[in-house]
């Protein structure tokens, strides 16, 4: 492998099919990338301004000359502050948007059978129904299912009232939400207001703006992620811990391959269902393939690794090397994070690009669209396209061997009862988080943190990543992961039982006793709404609030608007965060400070901005010990 592409991913599968790419004359995202620089100075600082017709308009800060006031009078704070703001609208819409798509899709397990899907875990269904004040005694599991559903869809556009999810988190943070005036009310709403006073002419407050933009954080975090989560739970089941293959090392050159890549799991497990019917299989057969073999990729990739035992291809910067392998019959995609440029890439190959969902056509790609109506005979005929293109492969074939095993499926259910291993039945409570609390204040465990995000240019795949939770498992942290974060953790090894020798001795212990890996998988970007549950839960159990928690985020290759909504609802759910990549804020002093001082002492969390993962590791590892002696543990 060659130094220069060591510069652009840490991961071997990655530069080795770059070289393929290379020779083929393949254009990547690297190479777009380089071409782009240097990026726009003014962009890149958050001073320009596309928001009416009068402009564009810019800020000029490097010189004394040039205008420091947009054409309608905003300045270099209002015009950052709203950009971030219609960001992190952006992301919540696109994180709420996937749990309300699930919701229907329980409504239909209740009300369609022709969709074929069926409720997987009615416990979870009647614990959720009682906790929204749903009479069950009397109705049957569909009853629940519709109630359930139809709440949950409320969630979007009630007019009055808050986000019911927000009565989980500890009355002291409600408390601080309240007085902020920023308890998410409808998903809808929040971000319709976003957009309403970022419009011209509107809000031109900075923090004024960014109390909104926090609200439709929130109810992305609290409210459109968490009905994602929790509802893809009850319908497909709670993740379990088992041993999965990852890497693009999982495709096969016998068999058929299908790639499904995007965010929702109404999707995924669909075509699970159909590449698993034995005609189907029979068809490929007849096609001269073994047989199908599905991969994930990005966080689709991640809701089926959590839940079956699908492999984990690859993360957001390896979407288009896989197609380089020659070996994908179809990539399958549904919404968010996917490249347009998969389209040409796909042209240089057999490979049919097919999209599925109406919010997200590529020109270049087949759509088929996914009718959830009728779920499992739609990802059929879709599996079927696929089938029929393993034949036109050219030859031109080279998949990697290298992939790397590791244990996926960290619900908050499973390391609960993970943690019971340890509990002594006859003294304490089981099914608690108290084992985890004792490992805590005893100081065998320092703290936890979640490694979250996604891969940037401007950083070397998947290096913010793996360096980071090295360093801090090092030091006795654990390390709970999502997104494709969790892909360059489990690639790297950091998910197995022997990675407990790269950890600190307290860790390695606890990683013994309670049997899992450092490293802990804990699903999809939207289930970044388990860690906040599981944060609640510890601070309920210490008395504490979660901003007094010794944790910390990270986001160390952060690219996506979404990344943008989570780290607003984690600092305001009072988590410090790290960002590896700085925000396009930095042309405002003020905003920069805000962010990254004064909300502490509104919600006890902050962002901080560090590109160099070990620098990053001391300033969290800091963080923590300060957590720590201010809980006198
Ligand atoms: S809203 Fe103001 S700053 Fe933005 S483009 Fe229009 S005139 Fe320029
Ligand atoms: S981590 Fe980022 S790149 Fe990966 S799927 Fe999530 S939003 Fe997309």
Known sequence: MSEDLKCLSCDAATCSLLEKAKKEKIETVWDRAEAMQPQCGFGEMGLCCTNCGMGPCRIVKVSEDGPKKGICGADE????????????????????????????????????????????????????????????????????????????????????????FTERAPKDRLDIWNKMNVTPRAIDRDIVEVLHSTHIGCDADYRNIMMKATRAALCD?????MIGTELSDILFGIPQPHEIEANLG???????????????????????????????????????????????????????AMRHNVPMAGNFFQQELAIVTGAVDAMVVD??????????????????LITTSPKAIIPGAIHMQFDEARAVESAKRIVQEAVLNFKNRTGNIF?????????VGFSNESIISALDGVTNSFAHPQGTVKPLVDAIKSGVLRGAV????????????????????????????????????????????????????????????????VKIPPVLHMGSCVDISRILLLLSEVAKYMNVDIKDLPVAGAAPEWMSEKALAIGTYVVASGVYTMLGVAPQITGSENLTRFLTEDVENIYGGKFHIESDPKKAAQKILEHIEAKRKALGI
């Not at 669909?270 to 966080?299: R, T, W, Y």
């Not at 801090?472 to 997104?483: E, M, P």
């Open 221 to 225: 975090g609290w409210g459109g992620s």
């Open 399 to 407: 998949i990697p061997e290298i992939k790397s095993k590791g244990f």
């Open 250 to 304: 999982v495709l096969k050159e016998d068999e058929v391959n299908i790639v499904i890549h995007g965010h929702e799991p109404t999707l995924s497990e669909a075509i699970l269902v159909a590449v698993n019917d034995p005609e189907l299989i029979e068809l490929a057969q007849k096609q001269g393939a073994k047989g199908i073999n599905l991969v994930g990729m990005c966080c689709t990739g991640n809701e089926i």
């Open 335 to 352: 919404v968010q994070c996917i490249m347009p440029a998969l389209s040409q890439v796909a042209k240089c190959y057999h490979t049919k």
């Open 77 to 164: 704070d209002t015009i950052a502050a709203r950009n971030l703001a219609r960001a992190v609208a952006a992301g919540s819409a696109a994180h709420s948007d996937h749990g309300r798509d699930i919701a229907h899709a329980l409504y239909y397990a209740a009300k369609n059978p022709e969709s074929g899907y069926k409720v997987k875990d009615s416990q979870k269904l009647i614990s959720l129904a009682r906790e929204w004040g749903i009479e069950t005694e009397n109705l049957d599991e569909k009853e629940i299912a519709a109630k359930v559903a139809e709440l949950a869809l409320q969630e979007f556009g009630k007019p009055f009232g808050h986000l019911r």
């Open 450 to 513: 979640a490694i979250v995000g996604c891969n940037n240019h401007k950083v070397p795949q998947d290096k913010g990543h793996v360096e980071l939770a090295k360093e801090l498992i090092k030091n006795d942290v654990l390390v709970v992961t999502t997104g494709c974060g969790a892909y360059a953790c489990i690639k790297e090894g950091l998910m197995t039982k022997e990675a407990a020798n790269l950890c600190g001795k307290g860790l390695s212990t606890v990683c013994e006793l």
